[in-house]
């Protein structure tokens, strides 16, 4: 959609939301009836009780954000983002509308947008810690580490024992190779979420320190690293002619295979290297 259609749907909504007095009760009414099943998973129920709300006042903010939401979750997120948008437009003041809108673009793929939206939440609610943790995620999807320590740092202030954030922190700060900065972030996380084995053994690793085997969850996000590399270096570096879809179900294995038998028997400084090749991911 272009910027002239984004705007006149935009004054028809207006328009349409000039009928709020007389419809609002009767409105108000679907979007409670649709409530009562959503909150107990009854989506299919919830979808139709928010379709005959928005049948009746298509402007309508809160019943087009709970349409977009349950679109989401029954696996539809691209064709939530439109009501999302709608609710926004509506409700622009709303922080959660723009937090929720940007968790929907960043299922997507559509990370810029996605950034736009944790911002705005922010700017409205600058307190909205989850808005801050977001926002830090989807910094270091992008490869924005710089930006993503601020917003890492800012969570913490927000919530000192955030040890989601805490780690991500020290991701970001270990791919800059700020390695006494990242230990330290990591030690912290650690202090916070002492079960966080993924996070346990990459101390081990930036400290030299040899371990028998790292646990699976850092075996298998390794893993899902070294995957969209592994086609590219193939074809664009070894040159090797093979077939698409046996790349794609090689790359799978091949990565899953090394980091699970080759890994644990590196020094420890190569298998720190081994986890510079890509882009930390979020949520250790």
């Known amino acids: 959609m272009n910027r002239a259609e984004r705007r006149r749907q935009q004054r028809e909504l207006k328009r349409q939301a000039g009928d709020t007095t007389v419809l609002a009760p009767q409105v108000q009414a679907l979007i409670e009836q649709g409530l009562a099943p959503h909150r107990v998973g009854g989506l299919d129920n919830a979808k139709v009780a928010y379709e005959q709300a928005l049948a009746l006042q298509p402007a309508n ?17 691209e064709d939530g983002i439109p009501f999302l948008e709608r609710a926004v437009d509506a409700v622009p003041d709303d922080a959660s509308y723009h937090f929720d809108l940007g968790n929907l673009l960043e299922t997507c793929g ?4 996605a950034q736009k939206s944790f911002e705005r939440a922010i700017e409205i609610d600058a307190n909205f810690t989850d808005a801050h943790y977001n926002l830090g ?39 800059l190779g700020r390695l006494d900065e990242a230990q330290a972030a990591y030690i912290r996380t650690l202090e916070l979420s002492p079960e966080n ?34 086609e590219s270096h193939v074809t664009k570096v070894l040159a090797y002619a093979i077939p698409s ?13 090394f980091v699970s038998t080759r890994l644990p028997t590196l020094a420890p400084g190569l298998a720190c290297a081994a986890w510079h090749c890509a882009p930390t991911p979020a949520n250790w």
């Open 245 to 257: 879809d046996c790349i794609v179900h090689w790359s799978s294995c091949w990565a899953r295979t």
């Open 197 to 230: 084995h993924a996070v346990r053994h990459m101390l081990h690793a930036l400290r030299g320190e040899t371990v028998p085997k790292p646990p699976a969850e850092f075996v298998a996000r390794l893993s899902d690293r070294y995957e969209p590399r592994f």
């Open 61 to 77: 903010g809160q019943a087009n954000y709970l349409y977009g939401v349950v679109l989401h979750q029954t696996g539809r997120s």
């Open 137 to 175: 995620n989807n910094l270091l999807a992008q490869g924005r580490l710089e930006a993503a320590i601020i917003v890492c740092k800012q969570v913490l202030e927000l919530r000192p024992e955030h040890a989601k954030a805490c780690s991500n922190l020290g991701n970001a700060l270990q791919s």
């Open 110 to 113: 559509r990370l810029d947008a």
